[in-house]
């Protein structure tokens, strides 16, 4: 949570745990969309997971085979122009996929990564990822973060008011 913003912006932030703030309502329907095409082919979906290298996976989904699947919410085309880190997010997952609404044309985006054409309610996969298997390590260490993550959001919504606690706000 960001401090510096006082508590109501840590209260905002565990009322709604699938955003922090920096999301757009377009882009938020954009993840939606694209989470539930995910949960309909068996894959666990987590928002907003941060990665050993730093970078935040706007959406980290964890498949029956243990596959690991990024997605980049991209909501307009300024915001794709505006990343250029992108790149970097292959080193942590098997594959890794924009994903953009109606609106952005889908001809900007790289052919070397996957396209999911999504709004609030559901998605579609335009151009199949590349497969990038991850090392073993690199598998297990990620898997692990995002069971973490998953426990520590669910800890978050069962008890919105024990990080304050714990944090001492």
Known sequence: MNASLGPAANRIALDDPLTDGRQSETALKVWRGAARLLRSLDFACLSEV???????????ALGPRHELVIVEVKSSVADLRADSK??????HCDRLYFATHPGVPAEIFPDDAGLILADGFGAEILRDAP????????????TLRFARHAALRLHDLADPDGRRVVDGL
């Not at 992108?86 to 080193?91: A, I, N, Q, T, V």
């Open 50 to 60: 941060v990665l050993a290298s730093g970078r935040r996976a706007d959406l980290l």
């Open 86 to 91: 992108w790149p970097d997010y292959r080193l």
């Open 131 to 142: 497969e990038h298997r991850l090392t073993a390590a690199t598998r297990k260490a990620l």
